[in-house]
Each structure stands twice: as structure tokens, then as C-alpha cells.
């Protein structure tokens, strides 16, 4: 199968799942070009503008440049600190060097979607990498996140590491995020994240439902940032 590009994969996408009516003012490219040290993929741009911050399917999380939240902030600390997670801890072979790997995405169920950014001064070319969890298995697509998120919610691709029942109900969706209409562009924080022990014990005071264990949702994040970022 021959994954479309560009614009024929963002028609492909909005024709299956329509974007929001409302989509706040899409961040200072050339700013988080910058702040990153290279060019993005032409496809996410439009992607980014279309739809702006949210969630496919109550599933797939993209991360966006110059978002205010920083567990999905393209250009925030998240990228770097998958990389230093991946050099310290991951098992098996890695599908390239971890400099090379830019995180991009997170699922539902804790695996992260990354750019294998090699062809650093192509990023058309760029393809899409999924991992279980920072370790082997890896999911490579041999093209652009656009056509990935359009073939994934056709149905026509199948990703072993998502759930088989991804597409049951009422069919593709988009959820807008509850932080929008404002974006940020910083330079890259390597430092240590926010501990999630503090935000599930913020969340439980709150009357959030979160588990002990596994991945917070992101709901549950948005709420925290809005409550306690500074403005």
C-alpha cells in the first residue's frame, strides 16, 4: 500500500473525521522551527492548523509546537526526555540512534509515536515510528503522521500495539483540547518532569478517578496545568 501525501492525506482524514468548527490561531512556525533546530514535515503543519489541539478517537494524542501543556508540547521537554528514557532503559534494538527518534505523539494505553528524523533536511520524507511503551516492538509506516492517522481511522492499516477495538462505536472522532487559544515557544527544558504521584494526589483531592499505576489521562493533566500554571 502506498501511504497518500500532503494534501491528499489530510482530505483523506477530515473526510473521515471533521475537524472542529473552532480551532485556535496555529503557533509561530518559524519560532518552534527554531526552537527545535530543523524543519517540520509540511503535512503536520497543515494537520496542526486543521485541528489544532485534541485527541483522535479518545486514543491518539499528537503533540503540538508551542503547546501550553508540556506532557504534549513538541517543542517542550517531553521529546528530549523520551530520548534520555530511551538510552537509559529501553530493551531491544532500537529501529535508529535515539538522536534521531522525535517523539510526536502518545496513545491511550502508554506507547509513543515518533519521526525516524534522519533525512534531517527532508521532513516530507520523514516516517512514522510507534513503540510499546519506550522498548521492541516497534511499528514503522513508511510515510507522513497525516496518512498514518487517516489510514489507522479508515481502517485500512492495522497497528499490532493499538487495541483491536479502536474503531468500534461511532466511528473516527476529534476532541478538542480544553487548553487552546494560547501557545508558547521556549527553549527545550531538559530538566526532571512533574512527578505524576503529585498530580494523581492533586486529582484524587479534585474527585478525579485515576489508577495507581500506568499512565495518567490527559484530561486529568489538562485540569492540573489550568490549575496551577501562572498566567
Not at 509546537?65 to 534494538?93: F, K, S, V
Not at 516497534?138 to 500495539?161: C, E, Q
Request: glycine share 10%; net charge neutral; charged share 20%.
Amino acid at each position: 500500500m502506498t501511504a497518500p501525501t500532503g494534501l491528499a492525506a489530510l482530505a483523506a482524514l477530515t473526510a473521515l473525521c471533521p475537524p472542529p468548527a473552532d480551532v485556535p490561531p496555529a503557533p509561530d512556525r518559524p519560532g518552534a522551527e527554531g526552537v527545535l533546530g530543523m524543519r517540520l514535515p509540511g503535512d503536520y503543519k497543515e494537520l496542526v492548523a486543521a485541528y489544532g489541539p485534541g485527541e483522535f478517537n479518545g486514543f491518539l494524542t499528537l503533540y503540538q509546537p508551542c503547546a501550553l501543556n508540556e506532557w504534549i508540547d513538541l517543542t517542550g521537554p517531553m521529546p528530549a526526555r523520551l530520548r534520555a528514557q530511551l538510552d537509559a532503559h529501553h530493551r531491544g534494538a532500537l529501529p535508529c540512534a535515539t538522536v534521531d527518534l522525535l517523539a510526536m505523539g502518545v496513545t491511550g494505553n502508554g506507547h509513543y509515536l515518533f519521526w525516524d528524523t534522519r533525512l534531517r533536511d527532508a521532513p516530507d520524507r520523514w516516517t512514522v515510528i510507534v513503540s510499546e511503551r519506550l522498548s521492541a516492538p516497534w511499528f514503522t509506516y513508511r510515510g507522513p503522521v497525516t496518512a498514518f492517522l487517516a489510514d489507522v481511522l479508515g481502517g485500512t492499516l492495522r497497528v499490532p500495539l493499538f487495541p483491536r477495538d479502536l474503531l468500534l462505536g461511532d466511528g473516527p472522532s476529534f476532541a478538542p483540547s480544553r487548553l487552546r487559544g494560547r501557545v508558547r515557544v521556549t527553549a527545550l527544558d531538559t530538566g526532571p518532569p512533574v512527578s505524576t504521584s503529585t498530580i494523581r494526589a492533586w486529582a484524587r483531592a479534585q474527585g478525579f478517578d485515576v489508577p495507581d499505576r500506568g499512565r495518567v489521562p490527559f484530561a486529568v493533566f489538562e485540569a492540573w496545568e489550568a490549575a496551577t500554571r501562572s498566567d
